[in-house]
Nanobody, 123 residues
Framework: QVQLVESGGGSVQAGGSLRLSCAAS????????MGWFRQAPGKEREGVAA???????SYTDSVKGRFTISQDNAKNTLYLQMNSLKPEDTANYYC?????????????????WGQGTQVTVSS
């Protein structure tokens, strides 16, 4: 049973930083893809960043240069370092994983999801 548990959300002022964590357990894929997604009220869930088991990454344009996705394989933990936060980054952030379909930011291709952690950025 794959389990993903996010933490690290909170409230910050614009320009601030947060680091999200996602503790993963229960899967044994040799090749996998993990991603961070977000959903703001009234909006569709969107892909933010993704990483594969070889460390290759992909980012949505709006976070390039500000967010960094990384993973600690020894701890089975995924991270999202978010710097220079903007009010438009406010959303519930989710991590997700899948064993196939390549490195992508399409939420519908991810199989397993965490419960989410709220990020609120005030101006």
């Amino acid at each position: 049973q794959v389990q993903l548990v996010e933490s690290g959300g909170g409230s910050v002022q614009a320009g601030g930083s947060l680091r999200l964590s996602c503790a993963a357990s229960g899967y044994t894929y040799n090749n996998y893809y993990m991603g961070w997604f977000r959903q703001a009220p009234g909006k569709e869930r969107e892909g933010v960043a993704a990483i594969d088991s070889d460390g290759r990454t992909s980012y949505t344009d709006s976070v390039k240069g500000r967010f960094t996705i990384s993973q600690d394989n020894a701890k089975n933990t995924l991270y999202l370092q978010m710097n220079s936060l903007k009010p438009e980054d406010t959303a519930n952030y989710y991590c997700a994983t899948k064993p196939r379909h390549g490195l992508c930011l399409r939420p519908n291709l991810y199989d397993y999801w965490g419960q989410g952690t709220q990020v609120t950025v005030s101006s």
